[in-house]
């Protein structure tokens, strides 16, 4: 179709069957918009990504038409499809395995919740969101998946009422303690169709769901471990941001979380999980044991780190416990240091060995069990809830007052990188925002420039930050 001028009235031609229920004839659709910007925009956006309603493409172009007319017998009709575009729109997400239903709702109607875990620091199951909504009515369906780099939810309740009130009592709480918590809005989808019952969907009410092809469905055994290890469902709702604490209870529940997320690769319910990293695909010619504790120490505590004598393209890190490891390989395998992309798994090893004593290992070994520079050595610290996967941009902190925005630039510049961007906190200069070009940039600008020492007893504090300036 080809149209000669452009007005808020955008036509949806759609090469399927399903419109055909609402508009009998040529299976097209007329929607109009509030303003011609917003169609504009709207098409402007689905001219490079196709949007699909039932697996089936739709096409969207300007129409000639200047206003849309409709009669009493259609409206119900127009209604319809109305509801089903926007749930296009606000659900434009490719979730494997699993499809969404396109009906849609005003929020505060809906039986379904929008899940987003910040500060992620312990793995969170389908199992553990399970038992937590639970306490607030029955759960019917959950799907998870992730996005934008956000390990995120939907979980539908029988009734919206349910849905209101886990809404109201847990938005903004934490799981674990400090850490993992719980960004709740409602979904403008009504009903979820999950297709198979694994560990990142469940259909609470349809137990003979395949697990699906090439998804392991969870273990019971450890759906049981991990039940048995955490008594969510005896503690008051009041109690839900410490009762998962992995500071207060046995490190087993946390293990069994992260066994459960499929990332342990070990047999069973460890009490602690594999605390040691094998990092591979080094660059031999720049690693250092020091960079490796600096890069890691953002997602844990180091304690060891030995390069590997006869391959020095490989190295061994000793976490503070299997929690960090599986935090640190998450977030670092696949990144670029040193222009190289580092490959991290688990290692056999469960410690790092110290070289004997009198024996010159060339510095490739190092103890940082008494560092003072440990993020996570005191219960509750702040740092926990800021973890995040690395970016381009930088959290700055611990700037003293004398130091300004062309010197950090510099600083940062210095590093071989490009400065983007930099803005200082509004209310706290000791902080700012700095954006490298890159990820890599900003990953070489922390390993050399954390810990920098600014002056006036002032060592300066850079951390990964979620935010774009």
């Not at 097209?28 to 990504?49: D, G, H, K, P, R």
């Not at 007052?401 to 510049?413: G, I, K, N, W």
Request: glycine content about 6%; charged content about 15%.
């Amino acid at each position: 179709m080809v149209t000669t001028t452009r007005n808020s009235k955008v036509k949806i031609k759609w090469m399927g069957l399903l419109l055909a229920f609402f508009i009998s004839g040529n299976y097209q659709a007329f929607l109009e918009l509030a303003t011609e910007e917003a169609a504009i925009t709207m098409v402007n956006y689905y001219s490079a990504v196709t949007p699909h309603l039932r697996n089936q493409p739709i096409y969207i172009q300007y129409s000639n038409h200047k206003e849309l007319k409709t009669d009493n017998t259609l409206n119900q009709r127009a209604q319809a499809v109305l509801q089903a575009v926007t749930a296009v729109q606000t659900t434009n997400t490719s979730i494997s395995g699993t499809t969404v239903s396109e009906s849609a709702v005003t929020p505060a109607q809906s039986p379904v919740l929008r899940i987003i875990i910040d500060n992620m620091y312990y793995p969170v199951t389908l199992d553990v969101l399970h038992q937590i909504f639970s306490k607030f009515g029955a759960v019917l369906k959950i799907i998870t998946f992730t996005k934008n780099n956000q390990f995120q939810a939907l979980l539908q309740y029988g009734d919206p009422v349910n849905a209101q009130q886990a809404k109201l009592a847990l938005d903004g709480q934490n799981i674990y303690n400090a850490c993992c918590t719980l960004r709740i809005d409602f979904s403008k989808l009504v009903n979820l169709n999950v297709k198979y019952n694994n560990d990142k969907s469940r259909d609470y009410t349809r137990p003979d769901l395949p697990s699906g092809d090439g998804q392991p469905a969870l273990d019971p055994a450890i759906a049981a471990a991990f039940a048995k290890e955490t008594s969510l469902l005896g503690l008051p709702v009041a109690a839900v941001p410490g009762a998962l604490s992995p500071l207060g209870i046995p490190n087993a529940a946390a293990a069994a979380a992260a066994a459960a997320a499929g990332r342990v690769g070990m047999p069973g319910v460890s009490a602690g999980g594999n605390t040691v990293l094998l990092v591979s695909n080094l660059n031999e010619e720049m690693v250092t044991p020091q960079s490796l504790f600096t890069l890691f120490g953002v997602y844990g505590d180091v304690q060891r780190v030995k390069i590997l004598y006869n391959k020095k393209d490989s190295a061994l890190i000793q976490m503070a416990d299997g929690n960090q490891s599986q935090l640190a390989m998450s977030h670092l395998n696949g990144q670029k240091m040193y222009g190289k992309i580092i490959r991290v798994t688990l290692s056999k090893h469960q410690t790092v060995q110290l070289p004997r004593e009198g024996l010159d290992d060339q510095g490739l070994t190092k103890d940082f069990g008494n560092s003072p520079l440990h993020r996570f050595k005191k219960p509750g610290s702040k740092n926990f809830q800021n973890i995040f996967p690395p970016s381009a941009t930088l959290h700055l902190s611990n700037i003293p007052p004398s130091v300004s925005e062309d010197d950090l630039r510099t600083l940062f510049a210095n590093t071989g990188g490009t400065v983007k961007a930099f803005k200082f906190f509004q209310r706290d200069h000791k902080m700012a925002l700095l954006q490298m070009s890159t990820v890599e940039e900003a990953i070489q600008a922390l390993i050399d420039l954390h810990n920098y020492n600014l002056g006036e007893n002032h060592h300066l504090r850079v951390s990964f930050s979620k935010s774009t300036i």
